[in-house]
Nanobody, 121 residues
Framework: QVQLVESGGGLVQPGGSLRLSCAAS????????MGWYRQAPGKQRELVAL???????NYADSVKGRFTISEDNAKNTVYLQMNSLKPEDTAVYFC???????????????WGQGTQVTVSS
């Protein structure tokens, strides 16, 4: 019903930048919020950043001041601009979108396939 396509991951040196994108498509009536999570090897998945339908943002303490989440409502796309990257930012990054599917009333969460971000010299 809803598909998410992520892009933008890769290998970057410490201090570098990357921009992740996640585009949602399908039977979307309304998007209530979008977010990014990450999972490093041997660790649990953790929240990175969220943006609500009204534009309110929240960030994990570890990325505040370095990462910026934004959205393009016309394109149903969420972005994560990552600056001043550190080796500890290395992880698989997943986007999550809370969608009210056309014909329903209850929002459901949909996840992207994940994109690898590696910060290394």
């Amino acid at each position: 019903q809803v598909q998410l396509v992520e892009s933008g991951g890769g290998l970057v040196q410490p201090g570098g930048s990357l921009r992740l994108s996640c585009a949602a498509s399908g039977s979307i009536f309304r998007i209530n919020g979008m977010g990014w999570y990450r999972q490093a090897p041997g660790k649990q998945r953790e929240l990175v950043a969220l943006i609500s339908r009204g534009g309110t943002t929240n960030y994990a303490d570890s990325v505040k001041g370095r990462f910026t989440i934004s959205e393009d409502n016309a394109k149903n796309t969420v972005y994560l601009q990552m600056n001043s990257l550190k080796p500890e930012d290395t992880a698989v990054y997943f986007c999550c979108v809370w969608v009210v599917v056309t014909g329903t009333r209850i929002p459901s969460d949909y996840w992207g396939q994940g994109t690898q971000v590696t910060v290394s010299s």
